[in-house]
């Protein structure tokens, strides 16, 4: 598992189209066919403990939980942060007050290099 950080600082500025205080932060690349979805997890809520059936990448768009990897040992994950789920992989998610995420799942995921937070394993 590997946590990463999408905030502002990891960005570029928007400078065409007249664009005016705006920022691009580049999240991933597919070479294969992709689905994103979007997830509510409600507070108290849990994604059971599964084994992940392609890349998964798991982006927090609003509040705040836990995930795991395959060592069932939860970190903490919130609004500006993803992770990446490797094909294979166990893992669980969850929160106590509820998020949001994004998750796009493919055969092949290229997280952009955004600055990572810590490699689990």
């Known amino acids: 598992m590997q ?3 999408f905030s502002k600082e990891q960005g570029k500025k928007v400078e065409r189209y007249q ?3 705006a920022t691009y932060v580049k999240m991933i690349q597919t070479n294969e066919a992709a689905t994103i979805g979007y997830m509510y997890i409600d507070g ?3 994604v059971g403990h599964h084994q992940a059936p392609i890349s998964q990448l798991f982006i927090v768009v609003e509040g705040e939980g836990w995930v795991t990897g395959e ?4 970190i903490s994950i919130k609004s ?3 992770v ?3 094909k294979g992989e ?3 998610s969850g929160s106590e007050t509820g998020m949001a995420v994004i998750v796009i799942q493919s055969e092949e995921l290229h997280p952009e290099t955004f600055m990572k937070r810590k490699k689990h394993a």
């Open 19 to 21: 664009s005016h205080l």
């Open 44 to 46: 108290e809520g849990t």
């Open 84 to 86: 990446l789920w490797e």
């Open 71 to 74: 060592d069932q040992k939860r």
């Open 3 to 5: 946590i990463y950080k």
């Open 90 to 92: 166990w893992h669980t």
């Open 80 to 82: 500006g942060e993803a």
